[in-house]
């Protein structure tokens, strides 16, 4: 059996190889024929480590290998579905903490609405923690608090505060500034002009068009708001 196990592995190996290119071998990519001829190697040496028991109590090394193939059944599934696990997890996580982005085909991001209406999303600014900004399509710019500029290191003086920017509650009045990034999940934006509010004017940061329309498109389908990156 022993030497079986080693057989198929170097069979395994060969074919491998041979197969540089990465082709499909009956059907199976390169790592899930790695994956099938690991298990069934195990699977071999299991059975020679307990030959003779097999022979005094055959019941019980059937039902043994029952379960091993159960157990090698359950991590080539797993593996061969492991993106549609990992997609069902990440829309787990966007559904019960709003704002964090959940990662789609070719980099979209998906973000659930919040249970007041809003559409909170985490994006970290100049490659620091993530704050939280609400989608706002009316803000003609990202707009930061003066609390939240405050923890980045963004002073502007009182002299700044000189532009209005139009948002979804109104207007405020604004500092200027220039962002080094900005990055929603995959999508980072660099030199993102943006302002900063006067303090006490906004309770929160808002994602605005000098983002967005960096953006090659967005959408909101439902609860869900959808980012595509370049």
Do not use: C
């Amino acid at each position: 059996m022993m030497w079986a196990a080693l057989a198929i592995l170097g069979i395994g190996l060969a074919v491998l190889i041979a197969n540089h290119d990465g082709g499909p071998v009956m059907g199976l990519d390169a790592d899930q024929l790695a994956g099938v001829v690991s298990m069934t190697a195990l699977l071999l040496l299991l059975i020679a480590g307990r030959w003779r028991q097999a022979l005094v109590m055959p019941g019980k090394t059937l039902a043994s290998i029952l379960i091993w193939l159960a157990i090698g059944a359950v991590i080539v599934v797993g593996y061969t579905y492991r993106d549609d696990a990992q997609r069902v997890g990440a829309n787990v996580v966007g559904a019960l903490r709003p704002g964090t982005a959940v990662v789609g085909p070719g980099g979209e991001v998906t973000i659930t609405r919040r249970s007041d209406g809003d559409f909170a999303v985490l994006a970290a600014v100049n490659g620091g923690a993530e704050q939280r900004f609400v989608f706002d399509t009316g803000a003609s710019s990202v707009v930061l608090t003066a609390e939240t500029a405050e923890r980045l290191g963004i002073r502007p003086p009182e002299s700044a505060f000189t532009q209005r920017v139009s948002t979804a509650n109104g207007t405020a009045l604004t500092a200027p500034i220039r962002l080094d990034s900005i990055t929603v999940g995959p999508i980072t934006e660099r030199n993102v002009n943006a302002m900063v509010s006067r303090p006490g004017v906004l309770t929160t940061n808002l994602l605005g068009q000098s983002f967005l329309d960096r953006l090659p498109s967005y959408e909101v389908r439902g609860d869900r708001l959808i980012l595509r990156s370049r």
